[in-house]
Structure formats: structure tokens, C-alpha cells
């Protein structure tokens, strides 16, 4: 079983950047895709970007495509997530998760979550 923990999170401007973290324990990250979510009150848990454990292929979300960039160091067993060219739509919890198979970006074919990191981007 893997922990995970998101931190970077916070307040930036349109057009800003933040990069967050996840940091595992318990398991070696490099055996599992980890994949990035995020959700807004009264919205579905909506899929952001995966990459895998094996190749480090990465998958994106249209909506992120161009502004994201999600990499692994597995030395630091820890998954980033930098944003770039942050958008007011951009705003809301964003949590890791880990999966043993190949990497998705649906949320019900993750098993390991964290507790979510909040983004806020203003006007």
C-alpha cells in the first residue's frame, strides 16, 4: 500500500505558475502510474494528467494540453505537477492518486489517494 501527500498549492494570479508535489511512502513510486486530478464544489472529480511507471509516458487532459507538465523523479519517490499559464477555470482541489496498471486518467481506476492541495487562480 502507498501514502501519497500533494503540497504546493495556493493563491496566484491569471497567467501565473505553481508546481505541486507528491510525495509517496510506504512503496516504491516507481511501480505505479500517478495520475493528477482536480475537483470544484459541485463537480465531478475531473482527470488531469498520468504518467506511467515503466516507460514514463505521460497523458494529458485536452483543457491542460500546452500549460501542464507532469514528471516523476523516483529517487525522491515524488510526482510533480507544473502549471503554467494558470486560468480562473484552473481553480480547485487537486489531488494525486496511484495505480498499479497502465496509467489512465480516470479517476475509479485509481485505488491510492491523497488529501488534495487547493489552487486558487484569481481574475
Known amino acids: 500500500q502507498v501514502q501519497l501527500v500533494e503540497s504546493g498549492g495556493g493563491l496566484v494570479q491569471s497567467g501565473g505558475s505553481l508546481r505541486l508535489s507528491c510525495a509517496a511512502s510506504?512503496?516504491?513510486?516507481?511501480?505505479?502510474?500517478v495520475g493528477w486530478f482536480r475537483q470544484s464544489p459541485g463537480k465531478e472529480r475531473e482527470g488531469v494528467s498520468c504518467?506511467?511507471?515503466?516507460?514514463?509516458?505521460?497523458y494529458y487532459a485536452d483543457s491542460v494540453k500546452g500549460r501542464f507538465t507532469i514528471s516523476r523523479d523516483n529517487a525522491k519517490n515524488t510526482v510533480y505537477l507544473q502549471m503554467d499559464s494558470l486560468k480562473p477555470e484552473d481553480t480547485a482541489i487537486y489531488y494525486c492518486?496511484?495505480?498499479?496498471?497502465?496509467?489512465?486518467?480516470?479517476?475509479?481506476?485509481?485505488?491510492?489517494w491523497g488529501q488534495g492541495t487547493q489552487v486558487t487562480v484569481s481574475s
Open positions: 510506504g512503496s516504491t513510486l516507481n511501480r505505479y502510474a
Open positions: 492518486a496511484a495505480r498499479a496498471g497502465i496509467p489512465t486518467i480516470v479517476p475509479a481506476d485509481f485505488d491510492s
Open positions: 504518467i506511467s511507471g515503466l516507460d514514463r509516458s505521460t
